[in-house]
């Protein structure tokens, strides 16, 4: 007997699998070629799928891009919160963010998305805003959150948690992701890159002790 507990709609295990792999191509198609010179035929070619199923998922070309850029950030973001509720020293919890969100920003991933979305900027403010929202302010949200918890057991003090998370995250930047960004810098290596992120916490740990 067939199974009748599938669902009718585009829930089903097939429209599911197609849905992800028009996400897929949309996600390297508009980081290669932008958002104006890929078309919906195009993803459509790319995923393996007719232009009718892409517009049966995303009803047109903004919404996929939207979905697109929002499944990136997602899929881009470490697990940089994970001791949140943790026993471990203030240095240490801030060490672990300082690392992954490093890693995450210098990745070619990354790179390739912001460099997009600071061209896209200048064409439709719009797009911009739905990247901003799904990945940076996500994790600023997330590091005022842990800042005022530190604030709240006494660990630091904090007067403003947002304009501090704020602080520590452009510090673990820093000039070399500027440098990355417009093609004028390489990577750091492991050394480098860990001197950076402990000089950091030193320093913010030191800002805001009790």
Known sequence: MPNRSLPAGPGRPKDLEKRKAILEAAKNLFVRHGYINTSMDSIASEAGVSKLTVYSHFTDKETLFSAAVVARCEEQMPALFLHLNSD???????????????ALINSPESLELHRLMVTLGTQDPKLSMIFFEA???????????????????GSLRID???????????????????????????????????????????????????
């Open 135 to 153: 990945g940076p302010q996500r994790i600023l949200n997330e590091m005022e959150r842990l800042l005022s918890q530190f604030d709240k057991a």
């Open 88 to 102: 471990l020293p203030v240095e240490t919890v801030l060490l672990n963010i300082a690392r992954a969100f490093q």
């Open 160 to 210: 403003s948690p947002r304009t501090a998370a704020e602080h520590f995250l452009n510090m673990v930047k820093g000039l070399s992701n500027f440098r990355l960004l417009v093609g004028c810098g390489e990577p750091p290596d492991a050394e480098s890159a860990e001197r950076h992120v402990q000089e950091v916490v030193t320093l913010f740990v030191r800002a805001h002790r009790v």
